[in-house]
């Protein structure tokens, strides 16, 4: 049966287009459309087509169809070869280079003249259809075309297509539809040109929602490259998203995606740092020092940064060393208590009647609290130390440290007895530390209340950094001038009643409950008279007294003297608001039996607050040789440690000659 080709308009295009008809001998048509870009052109006219415009081809009869639909198989005509106008390369730049059309008027407009030179480049392994859409009705098939062969062998010749003059019948193709299906990918191919224009292929499945932060729990964990991201709160915030990732790898495309990364986690592959606007940096306030600035150092935006809730770890202890030259093997447990899953943010420590060599003190704190922290500042005052640690990426955030000295026993000629005092502003909120020895002596209270009154009138601080609040401050009253007051220190207050009715309440099974005990302590009774410590308050005590113990035992004063057991290592604490410290662990040392007295210890939350940038800074300064040091001695320790074990294991193993 003699089958009717499909009639071109040449008055629309002189170089005709190859289109695809359904008959017995057109099946085999092409189907690489990947191999070229362009047909060969034909040179012999079209028959009678003055009167079909190009959008539209010859239209079959129902006989014809449900002919082609029975037929089989066929053996084409040896093809021409084609005429191939432009090679392209598969290479990977041509294929990005491919666009495709999303709008179903471009697909069908034979005046579309945009196109992408390397649409047809894809090079597929399994079959494709060329399917023509094809509408009669409701009654018209769906598609006419069956697969292809994907050879250029298989492509017909020119002066086979186009050359009945056969009238139209009553189908129309209809605009294409476009499919997701892997048998469908060429569905909807329109002629444009000279050109065969492919329509937009859909993913058979929704794609996944693609997340505004690059830095995803999902993408994190299966990277790998923040694996404690959990441990970080998600701060993103609008204002800090930027459209330019400076995490970029070089693959990921920075126009597709924004990135806060450095909000979401201070770990990430690159930097952990908040990006800065430009207008930021242009604005006139940024350095002035203003609480509202958002670029100040010491203002809110850096402080919630670093803690989110505004409460800083601190670490407060006291020891009376009893100016022994041997210090501790080990201050592990003095200074990382059991108890505690993570370390504070500053350590703080008073040394009364401190060892002869100052220096190897400081070295082993460093050696224990390991690089992560660095000590901000030392003084001492005769026998009296302080020491303050803190984290490294702290000491940025402080100003410069103040001390000063008060001594309350002017007769001896080492300062045994007085206090010690050390201030500095962190972020907003003014810390002051005091360090004391008090006069010893059972009955010597009303001593012990001069020293404190000394203390608060002597001690010149603040010198340099201004005071935040002037208008709560005395110059009668040095606690009065700060946010935060830590006195610390070997207060000497005794238990009234003798050695004998201490022992017998200790011997009883108190179970950590002190509180009969206390009804002896003399600074608890004076500090509810208001007559020393005015406004401070202290921890509840749930540890045995800290003095006064044999050298190297557990037992109380056995010697002649036969001292009675007491609280005089203590530390209390005073905020300027109400509840800006908080107490979490007050409790003593029994590991360290060094000296006659045992180390006491409190850990506390303290609220802080935003500042500003106008105050003297430390610059970053602390005692890096110090640092050096307790590195190196943490270092060797280790290596000696490795090394022992190491030997003990060879030592066990039994050799036979």
């Known amino acids: 049966m003699p089958t009717k080709p499909v009639i071109m308009d040449p008055k629309h295009s002189v170089s005709q287009q190859l289109v695809p008809c359904v008959s017995s001998q057109s099946d085999t048509m092409l189907k690489e459309a990947e191999l070229k870009n362009e047909l060969p052109e034909r040179n012999e006219p079209c028959g009678n087509t003055s009167e079909f415009p190009f959008n539209r081809l010859l239209r079959l009869t129902t006989e014809e169809m449900k002919f082609n639909m029975k037929v089989k198989s066929i053996t084409p005509k040896p093809p021409r070869k084609p005429k191939l106008e432009r090679t392209f390369s598969l290479d990977e730049k041509g294929w990005r280079r491919r666009r495709f059309r999303a709008s179903q008027e471009s697909l069908t407009d034979p005046n579309e003249t945009g196109s992408s030179s390397g649409s047809l480049q894809e090079v597929t392994t399994s079959p494709l259809n060329l399917t023509t859409l094809v509408r009669d009705g409701h009654n018209a098939p769906h598609s006419l075309c069956s697969p292809q062969s994907t050879s250029l062998q298989d492509i017909p010749e020119p002066g086979d297509i186009g050359n009945s ?89 920075s126009c597709t995606v924004c990135d806060n990364c450095s909000t979401t986690s201070l770990k990430s592959s690159f930097s952990f740092l908040t990006p800065i606007h430009s207008k930021d940096i242009r604005n006139r306030n940024y350095m002035e020092g ?47 208590p ?77 300062k045994t007895k007085g206090s010690l005092g050390v201030s500095f502003t962190f972020f907003g909120t003014s810390f002051l530390f005091i360090t004391s020895h008090f006069t010893s002596g059972d009955g010597k209270v009303s001593d012990r209340l001069l020293d404190y009154s000394k203390t608060i009138q002597a001690l010149t601080l603040p010198k340099n950094v201004p005071v935040t609040n002037p208008y ?52 608890i009774k004076e500090m509810k008279k208001g007559s020393i410590f005015k406004g401070f308050r202290e921890a509840d005590i749930h540890f045995f007294p800290s003095y006064k113990f044999d050298v190297g035992k557990d037992s109380y004063d056995t010697t002649s003297k036969q001292r009675t057991p007491s609280y005089t290592d203590r530390v209390v604490y005073k905020s300027r608001q109400k509840d800006d410290i908080y107490p979490v662990k007050y409790s003593s040392c029994p590991g360290i039996k060094t000296s006659d007295h045992r180390p006491v210890y409190g850990l506390f939350r303290v609220k802080v607050r935003p500042g500003r940038d106008n105050i003297p800074l430390a610059a970053g300064k602390f005692d890096r040789d110090l640092y050096l040091l307790g590195i190196k001695r943490r270092i060797s320790r280790e290596l000696q440690k490795q090394q022992a074990l190491k030997d003990q294991k060879s030592s066990l193993i039994c050799t036979v000659s």
């Open 290 to 336: 203003s609480l509202l600035a958002s670029g100040t150092l010491l203002g809110a935006d850096e402080l919630t940064r670093y803690f989110p809730d505004r409460n800083v770890g601190l670490f407060v202890a006291t020891w009376n060393m009893q100016g022994q030259k041997e210090l501790p093997s080990n201050l592990d447990d003095f200074l990382l």
């Open 165 to 253: 003059t056969d009238p139209p019948s009553s189908l129309e193709i209809s605009p294409p539809t476009v499919t997701s299906g892997p048998q469908e990918l060429l569905h909807g191919v329109t002629a444009s040109g000279n050109k065969l224009r492919l329509s937009r292929v859909l993913p058979p499945l929704p794609l996944p929602p693609l997340e505004l932060n690059v830095a995803s729990e999902t993408l994190r964990t299966t990277n790998k490259i923040d694996p404690d991201y959990v441990n970080y709160k998600h701060l993103a915030q609008s204002k800090l998203l930027r459209a330019d990732s400076s995490l970029s790898d070089g693959k990921l495309q």
């Open 472 to 523: 709560q401050s005395s110059s009668l009253d040095v606690t009065s001038r700060f946010d935060e007051v830590f006195w610390f220190g070997d207060f000497n207050f005794r238990l009234n009643g003798g050695r004998m009715a201490v022992e017998s309440i200790l011997k009883q099974n108190l179970e950590m409950n002190m509180s009969e005990l206390l009804q002896h302590d003399q600074l």
């Open 338 to 414: 059991s108890g505690t899953e993570y370390v504070q943010d500053m350590y703080v420590l008073g040394v009364q009647e401190g060892c002869s060599d100052r220096r190897e003190w400081e070295i082993r704190l460093q050696e224990t609290l390991g690089p992560h922290y660095v000590m901000l500042y030392s003084a001492a005052h005769g026998v009296l130390y302080m020491s303050v640690f803190i984290r490294r990426d702290l000491i940025w955030f402080c100003s410069e440290v103040e001390y000063s000295t008060v001594t309350t026993r002017i007769v001896s000629q080492i």
